[in-house]
């Protein structure tokens, strides 16, 4: 299948799912954590999908690559964000284990998708 937007690729779209669990969960996080934690979860998991779509719509494999990057790093920060909130009482491990999942997926997806982008997986005119 031919990637034509940023839409089609389903990393994207799971990382769509993730930003509305992130959002869900923290409405039920303490008012005083609105500026703290909810906030920095929120814009971490919003990170995720705007990183891939940025990096997919710019013209260079290589840009791709660093954007995807980023999202990783956006991932790992939704985790340990969330781990802190149970810590904290915030979340159960129910609905933590129910977003990890999925973040996990992400995670190895974005992986999967930067290895097939490296260098190594193109020979000289650029194709597979």
């Given at each position: 299948?031919q990637?034509?937007?940023?839409?089609d690729?389903?990393?994207?779209?799971?990382?769509?799912?993730?930003?509305?669990?992130?959002?869900?969960?923290?409405?039920?996080?303490?008012?005083?954590?609105?500026?703290?934690?909810?906030?920095?979860?929120?814009?971490?998991a919003?990170s995720?999908?705007?990183?891939?779509?940025?990096?997919?719509?710019?013209?260079?494999?290589?840009?791709?690559?660093n954007?995807?990057?980023?999202?990783?790093?956006?991932?790992?920060e939704?985790?340990?964000?969330l781990?802190?909130?149970?810590?904290l009482?915030?979340?159960?491990?129910?609905?933590?284990?129910?977003?990890?999942?999925?973040?996990?997926?992400i995670?190895?997806?974005?992986?999967a998708?930067?290895?097939?982008?490296?260098?190594?997986?193109?020979?000289?005119?650029?194709?597979?």
């Amino acid at each position: 299948m031919q990637v034509k937007s940023y839409k089609d690729l389903i990393v994207w779209q799971k990382s769509m799912d993730l930003v509305a669990m992130v959002y869900q969960v923290t409405k039920t996080f303490p008012k005083e954590e609105l500026y703290g934690l909810t906030n920095q979860l929120r814009r971490a998991a919003v990170s995720i999908p705007s990183n891939i779509a940025e990096g997919q719509a710019r013209n260079s494999t290589a840009e791709f690559r660093n954007f995807l990057s980023i999202a990783r790093g956006s991932l790992a920060e939704v985790e340990t964000q969330l781990l802190i909130a149970e810590r904290l009482k915030y979340i159960d491990s129910k609905k933590l284990d129910e977003i990890l999942n999925i973040q996990g997926e992400i995670n190895k997806m974005t992986n999967a998708l930067m290895n097939k982008l490296a260098p190594h997986h193109f020979d000289r005119r650029g194709m597979k």
